[in-house]
């Protein structure tokens, strides 16, 4: 202590101020400054920094700084895990200090997933579906991961995080899997590497191999099927395709099994085995951005007893491609409060008047509940909605779209035609186009199904990752067309119109056919649950509908019918202004996790196109040395022209969400031009009011509401154009520039490749006369 600190003189209260107000500042008070002041200084500075912490505007632009105080959790951990630090260990990270949780582990919060069937009327799990999501899918924090997380409320221990990093660890052990293809290699593969590498249990590892749909044997009735803790019997499909689709014909063209090579060349194989390279691919990457709940060595759910739900909401084709499925109703949700956590936002401080009450009303009946207000705030304000009802009700129409089941039959279509490209040129070359043996036909069928397949599998992949993009962009252009005068069509937030009931027993042929392809690809198809009496559910819900429809909907289609209540929102009120930017920048990270998916696949697709080219190039500039068929060629043509249209295709939609930025730029300068004209209007004295108190209140609420919007604008440029933009190929800015550079890159590559053949044809004497169609030159123009 300093002789000043031990002044005889200073009251201990003063002295004690003099102490808190040192500590406060972090620095020493000077001499000349009174204590009573310097400390009242801090003080007032403290409590000025908390207050407006604590307004609606700080709590809805700084979400996970509300959420921490409310959430008893680390605030050094929580910053450490935002901030990307590699060094950073939450909760519970080392092995040492996680307890993982037992298979037999009652749940704290989230009812079974079972229980939504369940006979009882007073049953958790018989909760209406909307309010089963509202109450469990909720933030909570994590010890195991350190950070805040959202639950589940249909999958016990299911859980998504903000910003999770790429786990490489199951990447390449799930490419290794894949990559064995035969079910009893894959299983045994788990075993070892699980318990011997990972030091899981031998029953964590069987667990892991189930979800794989990995098994030893054939899986026959529920004991065998509990004995290795297999989710289903799907396993047992693979033992009877894997021997016919990749081993029996590579074994016969490779060991000329029944003259087949006679029929089928070797260099036939290599588009196949560039698709079943790109599934693997593909299906590692999936496992590799899968939530830490899901896949992580220390509490992952893969390791755990699962039900066939859980697992179907991790797939594409099963889940996000149709996102309101009743097995995983709560996954918009979930990826909604994700969106909010990844873009540190809290939408429910914020509020925003939608220009009418009918058109509030539409958007609180397509919200289903998610961040009502108050009924006393909805009487007060009826043209008002909370920011989250707004994204609730957008997520609703657009995102939770299911992928059109018209796209299928196309899909079956074109994966038809590949399979038979290469039959249909051994025709043309006099050759069987089945082989002529009966192990050269059973080596051809096999070829055939098996390009159908990953053929199918692999564009089904390639069109959601263009869909999900669609998706991205229709409701980014929702939410710019709101600032803009007329504003949102009423009607897009309408469901649509009940159609006249079909008459019984016939079935439109697309739609049969498309449910019985979205059965096949998906593993765990949807049952339809019994009500009392046996009536299906699905059946009884069609009624309740058409009851409601009469009810609630009828004066809103009629509202909707004209201009005068569709979806407008004025951005010269500053609380609309900052809740439309909000869910703007919430809307951009809405389906994060599946986006990271997409964004991989843009790159493994963009790969297996460059490939496919270069084989083709490879053929002709390589004809010398290495023989090839007419059929192998065509192939590898129809696969190249293929993939790269799909490449082309994604980055063209990922691009369309990038090359609207500037539109909604201009607008809100052509609504900053009107606030500055009127300024001066008024600073002329030209106000209506005629009164300079009025002129000048105005003039202030204009200077306001043109400083707010100035620098939305300006976030939004810097966000959306320069930090985080959409992107494909990993890094890669999404941009007409990136459209080119694949179209022109992958077209150069063909174009060049058929010219070098064209030219060996008809300079060289090159043919495809050769013997069972080979690619070969006249004996009369050899040397």
Known sequence: ATMEDSNPNMTPRELWQRAVSKVAAQSIVDDGTQDGAAFARVVKQRT??????SESAFKAAFGARSLRNSLSLSSKKL?????????FEGIGASSSSVVRPSAGAPSSSVPEAEDSISDSPHAEGNLDKAERVARYVRVEASEEEGCLRVASAYSRRFYLSPNSKFNYSQFFRSFLYEALLFPTLQWIAVIVVETLVFRHTVEEAMYCAGARFFAPIPIIGERMRNTFRQIDSTANLMFVLGPILFVIPP???????GETRKYIEPMELLPLLLMVLVQCGVISCKYGILPASYTSDAFGKIYQPMTPEDLNRTLILGAWNDPKNEKHFDLLKMEMENACLEADVDLKHTEINVGSAHAARAIRMRSRGIGERSEKRMNETPETVSGKELMAALVDVHIGRQLPPELMPFIMFISILYGLTGPVMRAWCGVPMFGGTHMSKFAAAGL????????????????TCAWHYRRQYDVMEALSQMVRFPGEPLINFLPPEPKPKSKKGKIAPVKAISSAIIALNSPVPPA????????????????????????ELRELRRAAKTDEFD?????KDPASCLCWSLVRRSMRHMGSSWAR???????IFLLAAFFSAGMILGLYFGANRINHRLATAASCYFLAIMVSFLVSLTVYEAAAINEMVPRVRSWLKRESVAIVAQMAYLGNGWGRSGTDDRDKQETEELRGAYRLIETVEQYIRLEEEESHPVEVFSKIKATPAAVTFVVSSLLSMLLIAMQRGFTMMESEGWSYDGKNGEFAMDPSRQE
């Open 48 to 53: 000025f920094i908390r207050m407006v912490n």
């Open 79 to 87: 910053f450490a895990k935002e901030a990307g630090d590699d060094n």
């Open 251 to 257: 074994l016969a063209v490779f060991a000329d099994l």
């Open 448 to 463: 055939f199904v098996a390009s159908v397949m990953m053929f199918m599998a692999n564009f089904s992949f390639a069109v």
């Open 528 to 551: 339809a649950p019994q009500q009392q009496g046996g009536q299906p559910a699905t059946k009884a819900k069609e009624d309740d509908d058409e009851e409601k429809e009469s009810e």
């Open 567 to 571: 979806v407008v929102i004025d951005l």
């Open 597 to 603: 998916r997409m964004n991989l696949y843009s790159v």
